[in-house]
């Protein structure tokens, strides 16, 4: 079992930063895959960013590349997205998702998620 608690949303404007973290309970932490996923009003749930147990291996939507990063600190039992160059269709809730298998970029494949945390960007 892991629970996961997301934090880090928050307002910013358009070309800001922010950083999400993803802390979750339990010893098994570095055995899972994590990923990132986002909801928008109105729409369906999408694949932000996966990232292997290790944290060697990272995978994201087209339309992040080049300004998200996925890592993680399986020490501290946290993973982190760090969002750069933030454009106002990213404004959405961000969802933190663990599984005990491998990267998958499907939201059903996973097991476990966070409440969310809301990201809004302003134009």
């Known amino acids: 079992q892991v629970q996961l608690v997301e934090s880090g949303g928050g307002l910013v404007q358009a070309g800001g930063s922010l950083r999400l973290s993803c802390a979750a309970s339990?010893?098994?932490?570095?055995?899972?895959?994590m990923g990132w996923f986002r909801q928008a009003p109105g729409k369906e749930r999408e694949f932000v960013a996966t990232?292997?147990?290790?944290?060697?291996?990272?995978y994201y939507e087209d339309s992040v590349k080049g300004r998200f990063t996925i890592s993680r600190d399986n020490a501290k039992n946290t993973m982190y997205l760090q969002m750069n160059s933030l454009k106002p269709e990213d404004t959405a809730v961000y969802y933190c998702?663990?599984?005990?298998?491998?990267?998958?970029?499907?939201?059903?494949?996973?097991?476990?998620w966070g409440q969310g945390t809301q990201v809004t960007v302003s134009s």
């Open positions: 998702a663990a599984r005990s298998g491998g990267m998958q970029r499907n939201a059903y494949e996973y097991d476990y």
């Open positions: 990232i292997s147990w290790s944290g060697n291996i990272r």
């Open positions: 339990g010893r098994t932490f570095s055995s899972y895959a």
